[in-house]
C-alpha cells in the first residue's frame, strides 16, 4: 500500500461523512470504494462504487462511522486528497480536492494527474 504512516491516505469533510454515514446504512453498504479510470477529456475519472466486501488490498479510512476504501491502483493518486459533498441549487455530490491533480477539464469531471515518478518522488519525501 502507498502512504505515510501515521497519515490517513484522504480525508473527509463532516458533511462528505454524513453523506457516506447514509449510503452505508441505506442497503447495509461497507463502504465506497474511490479510485481512478482512463477516461474523460483531461485523461482520468475518479469513480465511486459501493462496497459490500472489503478487498484486504484496499486503503481504509474510516471517520464516525463512513468508510472509504482506496482501490489499489489509485492509492498513489488519491494520497492527500479531501472528499467533500457540496449541494447547490442545480446539483449535488462528492467532490475531491486533489493535490496531485495538475489539470482539469471545464465541467471537473475529467483529471490530469502529476506524473507518477514526480508523485513517488514527492510521497518519499515527505
Known amino acids: 500500500m502507498f502512504g505515510i504512516p501515521g497519515k490517513q491516505a484522504v480525508t473527509i469533510t463532516p458533511t462528505a461523512q454524513r453523506q457516506i454515514a447514509k449510503l452505508m446504512a441505506r442497503d447495509g453498504h461497507q463502504g465506497l470504494r474511490i479510485g481512478v479510470k482512463k477516461g474523460g477529456c483531461a485523461g482520468m475519472e475518479y469513480t465511486m462504487d459501493y462496497v459490500t466486501e472489503v478487498n484486504p488490498m484496499d486503503e481504509v479510512v474510516e471517520v464516525d462511522g463512513a468508510r472509504v476504501m482506496i482501490a489499489p491502483m489509485a492509492q498513489m ?40 515518478s514526480e508523485l513517488e518522488s514527492e510521497q518519499s519525501a515527505d
Do not use: H, M, W
Not at 91 to 114: H, L, M, Q, W, Y
Open 77 to 116: 493518486f488519491l494520497f492527500g486528497t479531501e472528499i467533500d459533498y457540496q449541494t447547490s441549487l442545480l446539483e449535488s455530490g462528492f467532490k475531491f480536492r486533489n493535490p496531485n491533480v495538475t489539470d482539469a477539464c471545464g465541467c471537473g469531471e475529467s483529471i490530469k494527474f502529476k506524473d507518477v
